[in-house]
């Protein structure tokens, strides 16, 4: 029996299965831990949880949509969301063939709304665990020499002459100079 008194059935195999499949749901139901199963897909939760979003900037909210569309909903969109599993996730991850600084992005939509689905108990827990992420291999920074930079500093006004030498020496951004 759910939670909200209606009854659900489960075929079992055996007496002892069906005993042991009770067992657990009620284990479940005093721990407070207990999920009814849903048949809601990863697409219709992700566009409730879309549509709850206060916060985004309209910009947000547009790549948002744009992401989970593109990329998200063509993997396991019409997947139940019980059923999308740990390697669906990493398979997305892996094979999406985006920037990896976008994958990054991607992937905190999809888990945000797998995070959300546990907190409303529409699922028991995310697939979205131990996913390996691509590295964003940043460009080698390779140091201008001392006689790049005393260029640089006699092609500038003589007020701003320290100013290089300073940038050069101490890595300040320039709106920090």
Not at 55 to 73: D, E, F, I, M
């Amino acid at each position: 029996m759910e939670p909200d008194g209606r009854e659900r059935s489960k075929a079992c195999a055996s007496k002892d299965e069906a005993l042991a499949v009770l067992a657990r749901v009620e284990t479940d139901k005093r721990a407070g831990t207990y999920v009814t199963p849903s048949t809601v897909t990863f697409r219709e939760y992700a566009e409730a949880w879309r549509a709850r979003q206060a916060h985004h900037a309209p910009s947000t909210a547009a790549q948002v949509k744009s992401r989970l569309q593109n990329h998200a909903y063509p993997a396991f969109g019409d997947v139940q969301l019980a059923r999308v599993t740990r390697g669906m996730v990493q398979d997305l991850v892996a094979q999406s063939g985006l920037a990896p600084s976008t994958v990054k992005v991607l992937y905190t939509y999809v888990s945000a709304v797998f995070d959300s689905a546990v907190e409303d108990r529409v699922i028991a827990v995310s697939p979205c665990r131990r996913i390996a992420l691509p590295r964003d291999e940043a460009a080698a920074v390779t140091p201008l020499t001392v006689e790049e930079v005393a260029q640089i500093a006699d092609a500038v006004p003589g007020p701003l002459r320290a100013m290089v030498w300073l940038g050069a020496g101490s890595g300040l951004r320039p709106g920090e100079l």
